[in-house]
């Protein structure tokens, strides 16, 4: 594929040779999706470079002419997600390009052109024309049968995640409000049927319980009327909110599993699976197999994929989305985001299984580099840290006690190359441990260095805020995990995260285990952060008072219908103020970092991470492929370019500004991400922006039965243009009193 970027003539030949083939009954859907990425990742790793100008473009107009035209044509996007995926990737990265126009972009959205979803047969009509066995009890159509219909995994765990995401009600019909809404407003109340529930009740409580103001209340409260109602009573409360209309019922409802099921294995038939040309291939490798993802597939189960994927694209031009959160996307947002991604064509690919000696035993770090997407590196002392010193089993004790040879910020922030230029860690994963294949008794160090992104006016009070406070059970925010999205798009991506999801808040758990118990001998312990303090969420008193009638009823001594209702009615009768006052939410001032203003500080990660399963459908892994890369504000737009076999980036005059580096050591492994301080300086200039770096880690000893053990943290600040500001070490011995 490579190639194909320096022969524009063969990938276009091919697109074409591809295009005019009957889509439909083509096996390997994801030929298209590597053709079509091979355009995109012009854009994604050149910058649309004025030399690949031309190749996008016409791969562009192929894609709008052939996938986008004629609903009739074999290779239309309404025949698979994943083709309208790849095809509407190539359009809008040359729309962004400047190469084709806003209009052109536009045919690839949802809903665009698309034959009808069209109708699936019954089970009787299914088991009536397609028999799992003969006369004979020879298998004919078993195969579809145990994968698509009952409890067949193929249904439960493939079609049901991504059909649920789609409605019953038609794109031609007005769209109601979404269920979360329609949730959180008062019911509208039909006036007879309120009339009607308030005569069902004792006379006793009729006055208060049968007010459109407290059938309101009760519709808000379903628990609390549902134990003090009889069964009529509260069938006859439920009709007294007006009934969703047809739209909002076939808005709330999403396509049934089995319906979808039943119309893959019709859609398999009209592709062409029948027991004559396929049963005993597929019976053959249909068996005993489980669910490992790499293995030899059934054709029935190809057609089933294929199937699957048209479905689901016929659903995203006919269908409104199911939104039941705030979250939920309100149109179609793509195959991604229903994770039916399962290859990236943008990885390296996996070593060929003839690339090793045939009987050849490796290791179990020879396996692991054969199978790696990204080779290991090959480390030496200018790039990893230093070996730390670690104990034979009768010095562990003093080895725990001493604080010397701990990770310091000082010398493992910034390290230099052979020249001389320096760069900085912005993250960093490192395990050391001594000792056999027992536990006991032998020692472990570990340590992660962290990276966030600051405001200018947020360095110092961040710098002050972590001075005394340990990283150990922290509260800062995490870095962004990527799955199911394509490695090639993540410098364009920016993760959807609340203001929140980046303020610095802290919880210290370590007020419990700091002391020695009586039986040891005390040790200096350091300056804790302050003690655990919960706050509350939601109505607890309600929560208490619902669970305490849960467990009268099952002791038997939950109170009479009539009591229950005399109850519920001095309950309501109250004014509103008194039960119905909405809980304060209670924020600890003391764990959540602010500035001068009160307002609270900041920390954007400067690390993202991106990972890829192999355990499932991606059979051209070998092994899973995990890098960690500067974040999407350290990126967009920089014009950085990945190396397409590793974890590298450079500048687009071929300037390496970013390493990725993982590999072994005698006494463990190491992942490091460093980036060239004058570049990354540059970078913080132009964003008006500073970096905090956090280190924290462990010595311990390896064992099941842990009694004590030192936990270190150190924070750091780099203003750009100036020296490393590091702040002291925070150390402490630890200790487990419930061991």
Known sequence: MQLLLGYPQALTHLLDKFLHTDARKVNDPYLFERLTVVAHGVVARTGAAADHDPLLREVAKRM???????????????????????????????????????????RCAHPHPCPAIGEAPDKASIDARFPVRNAENERLWASLHASLLGLADFTNYEVKPAVSKFSQLPLSAPAPLPVYLRRSEPPVLVPDHVQAFAQCLPAS???????????????????????????????????????????????????DKDWASRWIFDNAVQRGWTPDRFAAFDNFRGGGRGREGHKAERVGKKYQWLGLHELVERLANHRYMIQRYAGDPAQYPGAGSLLMLDIDPTLPPAAHPLSSTAGERDSAAAAEARHATFPLTALDGRWNPPQPALPTSDRLSDWLLQENGLPDLITFTVRADSHGQEWVTLYEYVVDSVGGAEWKGQAEQWHFIHSWLLEEGHYQPALDFLAQRTLMGRWMPEIPSWHGVYLADLPQLDPERSARDDEMRFIDYADDTDAPPADTHPLEQ?????????????????????????????????????????????????????????????????????????QPLRAIPAVQEYNWSASGHDCSLDAPAGLSLPSAQLLHGTGLRPDPDNGDWYTREGTKVVRALTGHRSTGTISSLLIRRDWLEQRLRSLRATLLLGLFGERRPRTA????????SQTAGLWPGQELTVQEQLTRVRFNRNV
């Open 705 to 712: 039965e842990l009694t004590q053990w030192r936990e270190y």
């Open 526 to 598: 350091p300056p804790t952060s302050g003690e655990l303090k919960t706050t509350p969420e939601g109505n607890l008193a309600e929560a208490h008072e619902y669970i305490s009638y849960l467990l009268g009823e099952l002791r038997g001594e939950a109170p009479t219908q009539q009591q229950q209702l005399d109850e519920l009615a001095a309950r309501l009768s109250k004014p509103p103020s008194t039960h119905s006052t909405p809980p304060q939410v209670q924020t600890e001032a003391g764990q959540l970092a602010c500035d001068a203003d009160g």
């Open 64 to 106: 709008l002419s052939y996938v986008y035209g004629d609903v009739d044509a074999p290779a239309h996007a309404s025949v698979n997600a994943l083709l309208c995926h790849a095809a509407g990737r190539v359009v809008r990265a040359a729309f962004e390009a400047g190469l084709v126009s806003a209009e052109d972009a536009a």
């Open 205 to 255: 409580v009729r006055d208060v319980l049968g007010t459109p103001e407290a059938v309101t209340q009760l519709l808000a409260e379903r628990w609390r009327a549902r134990r003090a109602l009889t069964n009529e009573q509260y069938q006859l409360l439920e009709r007294c909110a007006q009934a969703p209309t047809v739209e909002e019922q076939l808005a709330d409802t999403p396509v």
